[in-house]
């Protein structure tokens, strides 16, 4: 028997997306790229902010139980170095760009830059950074910042659909914020706060032996799909969910739990996303629904 | 990363001392690129792929060389017929323009990718002298082992008195693979004899795009002075001079 065609076309907030992958921030570089317009549906570079940033020192990574754990300290050239090498993400999918600032200036600033960019079709808030003028505890501590950057943001940014990234922590009431002040979906979650302890370095007394980051991967989708789920029942805008998918039926349990469209971060260093891809079309194959029906269905 | 599933054709176990040799018809590993290798199973622990340099590479025959210490190395051990591997990555040793003999220094088990960079060396008839050191915890059945890895050597020292500032004189290029204090020593040892190191950063992506396997290096159109390369694609081989160590 033939397998029946699937149509993995999903819609994001009036974007069409030709499968609902997406590449989380920081986790898919121009240089990685391969066949990625055949697996995803947007592309989504590192995360942009105003001026260059080093990142943290080594060691950034810790391996753990479905996991990992990153603290990179969101080194990228800046904007301008950012749009300057931008081309290299046109493989002809809708480009979101993921940005972060310390202020709510800063991020404004930066949606103003991609709101006049032809190439950039949406604007993702990475609000898991510090909030300098707040005693530098994240925006997502506070719904009334992540309410005052959405709205900031959101008046710079006309006709490009805007997305804000939560953490898991005061999930639901920085959804109902964000989406009062204008955000036109929200991504769910950012990574984990988490820490690795390694005993093998302890013993050697040679490199660091804790690593405190983000905790990403299979670990925490269930933490991730609790937010997606309850979210998405709360809120009238799409909700894109992210956090530990790593096979087809993860992209499944997500548009399952209410989420339209869904990032493939860490998982990637697991699985080829392609082999991803393929088992959500299998699935889609064995219930007999297209990805947009599996998606309608379950926000009615 | 596309993986690849490759069949086991030899496992050599010397106390913790693991050697994987698999069957391989993809692109030729260059001396000093890596492999990542991940068990093949759907588990999820581990759920990063290790990174493994190439010790190896004759035919189509592809050996990794590794010591078991937490749950990735316990598991890549196991009896497994086969194994997901990605094709060779990054950037390994260059030539360097010479008429001297060169000196390959290796620390512990890690000496791994010198194993290959001796056989194309001597491929290349390119005199070179093996220093490996610190074998001191490893099984007799290791170090005999060891002795045997590098045919092509003009000489071979086990723990002896090694490399030194005035002996590094003598050779026209340092490769080092070890620990990273001790590529710190041979950077040192080396002095302004031109050297590279093989260094091992915990990686996730292997291909470049999470910035996670950073390594420090001396670029100066950056106002600090310091800047991070990856060692993934800009190494894992790096010119000692570079290093911001």
New interface residues.
Partial sequence: MVARAVDLGVELCGIWLRTPLIPAA????S??L?AAERIYGAMLP?TVTPSSR???????????????I?S?GL?NSGVERFLEELDAFEVGLPLIVSVAGETAAEFTALCERMATDGRVSAVELNLSCPNTERGGISFCASPEAVGEVVAACREVLPGKPLLAKLTFDGALRNAVEAEESGADALTLINTVPAIAVDV?AFKGG??DVFLRGGLS???IKPIALRAVYEVSRVVKIPVVGCGGV?RGTDVAEFMLAGASAVQVG?G?????A?EILGEFVAYLQEIGMNARELADRVRA | ???HRVEVTERIRFGTHHAITYRWTGPAPEPGQFVTA?PDNDA???????SFYVHDHEGDRVTLLFMV????TRALASEANTLLVSAPLGNGFHPVETSEPLALVGGGALFSPLGLLSRNLAWRKIAHTVYIHNTENASREFVEWVSGRFPGAEMLEIDGPGLTAETAQGYGGVYGSG???FLKEVRQTAGAVPCQLALR????????????????VNEST?S?G???ARSC?DGPVFEAARLAW
């Fill in positions: 920081g986790t898919l570089g240089e990685a391969g590192k080093e990142g943290n020192p080594p060691p950034r990574i810790a391996g753990t139980a479905a996991g990992m990153n990179i080194q093998h040679e490199r991967g299979p670990a790593a860490s990637r260093y697991y699985r080829d392609a | 990363m596309k993986r991940h999820l622990d581990p759920f990063l792929p290790r210490i937490g749950p990735t620990p990273h204090e950063e915990r990686m996730a992506c292997a291909d470049g795009s999470c910035w996670g396997c950073a390594v420090p950056v600090t310091k800047k991070y694609v």
